[in-house]
């Protein structure tokens, strides 16, 4: 009997321990994949439409995987932990009941050695041998009652300890069956989203936004047909432009030399003139 309790005591108390750390342990992950959830739409924010969407999108699966995992800390902290919980109690009552068997136990083998020894010392005092005696029945009394009481107990105790190991265990794997069931419906739909992701429509997007700020998006041709300026990409316009950049940078220089020979503000203009050949040459080229 006591060693069936010291077993409980020993490793009820462990199972308590290591579920409370468990159940902790996911309720940080819930944490941390919280914070993964709002780094998710943070960065969401800063991209193109559709990685946007789709972040988004997975970034609320992942929210509803947590709503699901708050669940499964709650039911495990109330189906799990605290059945586990009750057993520090019903355990430190069994070992009353032991502690009071052993001492109506131990009265009664002390009452019978009084015995013995006044038998053996005054075999004919009848007096004290029948006082003796009659301590002697009253701790066997105690004795037989406590012994039937602590059967009960124990047997009782067995009986709970047997039924609730099972069902402690079977609403732990329910907890974690029902959880996983959930979560994994939320993952399938998160990955069909990922994968359904089309990232040309972002790179065609992305393109776009880089050649606006290197300005070789295609311009709208100018209505007048006898501009002297190509509007086209190809590479015959291009050297056509450099011809002309050329030419423009040339005359500017044969300019430069005529004010030069006058000695007239010469650094000035060249301060005000090369900047705008270098942007001129950097907006069409």
């Not at 009848?126 to 059967?151: C, F, G, K, P, Y």
Request: aromatic share 6%.
């Amino acid at each position: 009997m006591e060693k069936t309790v010291s077993n409980a005591e020993q490793y009820f108390g462990k199972f308590c321990t290591l579920m409370a750390a468990y159940t902790r342990k996911t309720a940080k992950l819930r944490d941390k994949a919280d914070l993964l959830v709002k780094q998710l739409i943070d960065f969401a924010n800063t991209e193109n439409p559709e990685l946007r969407t789709t972040t988004k999108a997975f970034a609320e699966d992942l929210a509803k995987v947590q709503d699901y995992r708050q669940a499964e800390v709650e039911r495990l902290e109330m189906k799990v932990v605290e059945p586990l919980k009750v057993y520090g109690v019903l355990i430190k009552q069994t070992k009353a009941e032991i502690k009071k068997f052993n001492r109506a136990r131990n009265n009664e083998i002390k009452q019978l050695e009084k015995l013995e020894k006044i038998r053996q010392k005054s075999p004919s005092d009848r007096h004290m041998i029948s006082q003796a005696e009659s301590e002697v029945h009253r701790a066997s009394v105690d004795a037989s009652r406590s012994t039937q009481q602590l059967e009960e107990t124990i047997d009782e105790f067995q009986k709970q300890k047997l039924k609730d190991i099972q069902k402690i265990f079977l609403d732990f794997v329910t907890v974690e069956m029902v959880f996983h069931a959930k979560a994994l419906e939320v993952y399938s739909n998160a990955f069909q989203t990922l994968e359904g992701y089309d990232l040309e429509k972002d790179l065609q997007d992305f393109r776009a936004k880089t050649n606006i700020v290197s300005g070789t998006l295609p311009v709208a041709k100018p209505t007048n047909p006898s501009s002297t300026v190509s509007w086209s990409t190809g590479p015959q316009s291009v050297k056509s432009m450099l011809q002309k950049l050329t030419l423009v940078e040339s005359e500017e220089e044969e300019e430069e030399e005529e004010e030069e020979s006058d000695g007239s503000h010469t650094q000035d203009l060249t301060h005000i003139k090369y900047p705008t050949i270098r942007q001129v040459s950097s907006r069409n080229l």
